[in-house]
C-alpha cells in the first residue's frame, strides 16, 4: 500500500499516480459486473474462469492494475467493511500470480450502492490491492521515460444519474438521490477535464454506459449530461459496465468501452436501434461464453483496446489515436 500519506492526499486531491512497471507503456485490465452472488460458493463460474484469465493476460500481455467497473458485490453491496463478501467474492477468487499483487482501482455500481458504499471505501485502509478513495477521484497515469501523460477519471454514475435496478426491474435510473452532489460531481469533472487538456490521454469511467445497445441501453441522463463533455474535450474513451456483455462503440470521437461480463453474459440488443447508426463496431454476449473483460495500453502511439474472452481468445481489437 501507499501509506496513509498518500491516502490522505488521495482524499484531498482526488488524485493517485499510477507509475507504469513494464517500461514506456501503461497497461491495465478493465472488468466490470463481476461481483459473485449472495449465497455458497459466492463466486460465479464466471467470475472464477474471468479471474484465471485475467491472471494470464496480466502475465502475458502486462497490467499495472486493474480497473473494477462497478457492481462489485452482487446483489445488495456489502454491509460494512468487514462484509466476509470480500474475502469470498474479491480477495479469494482474483489469486491468479500475475494479479496478486497489482492494485486495483475502484468505482461503484447500482448494485454496490443497494448496499453500503463507504464500506467499500473504508475497505481500502484493510487490503493493499483495493483502492477507492472517494467515490469520484482522479488517477494519473505516468509513462516513465516518455513525455506522454494521461489521465483515468472515476465517476460514481450513480451519484449523478440514479439508482436503477439490473435484470429488468425497477428500469432505468430515476434522477439522483441528492441534486446537489450530483451537481458538485459533475463540477469536479469539468474542472478535472479542463486541467487534463494536455494530457495524451484521457479515459473516463463509470458504471452506466452513455451508449449501449444491450438489455439497459443508452443512459438518457448520461448522454445528456456527459456525452457533450466527453466530445468537447476529446476524451479518448469512456468506460464502463451494467450491460453484461462486451461492446465497443465509437462516437464523436469518442470510444465507449462495455466490460460487463465478469459474471453474468447477456446477448440481447434489445437497444440497437437507441444508438447513433454506425456507431457499434463490435459486440459480445454468446450466453454459453465463461465471461470476458479488456486490456488497455496506452503508449506513446496509441490507446489500444483489447477484448478478451475468458478463454483467453481475443474478440476484437481497436487502436485509439492520442489526442
Known sequence: SHGPCLQMLALLWMTVTVVAGGGPEVQFLAVGDWGGVPNPPFATPREVATAAAMGRAATDLGADFVLALGDNFY????????????????????????????????????????????????????????????????????????????????LDTVLLCGGGDDFGVGGAPKGPQDAGAAAAQLAWLRGRLAAARHDHYVLVAGHYPVWSVAEHGPTACLVRLLRPLLRRHRVTAYLCGHDHNLQFLEEGGVGYVVSGAGNFMEESQHHSGAVPPGSLQFFFGAPASPGGFAHLRLDAHAATVTYLEATGRVLYRVALPPR
Open 75 to 154: 446483489y445488495e453491496g456489502v454491509r460494512d467493511e468487514w462484509d466476509p463478501r470480500f474475502q469470498e467474492t474479491f480477495e479469494r477468487v482474483f489469486t491468479a500470480p500475475g494479479l496478486r499483487e497489482l492494485p486495483w482501482f475502484v468505482l461503484a455500481g447500482n448494485h454496490d450502492h443497494a448496499g453500503n458504499v463507504t464500506a467499500q471505501l473504508a475497505y481500502g485502509h484493510r487490503s493493499p490491492r483495493w483502492h477507492f478513495p472517494h467515490y469520484y477521484y482522479s488517477l494519473r497515469l505516468s509513462l516513465p521515460g516518455t513525455n506522454v501523460s494521461a489521465r483515468l477519471l472515476m
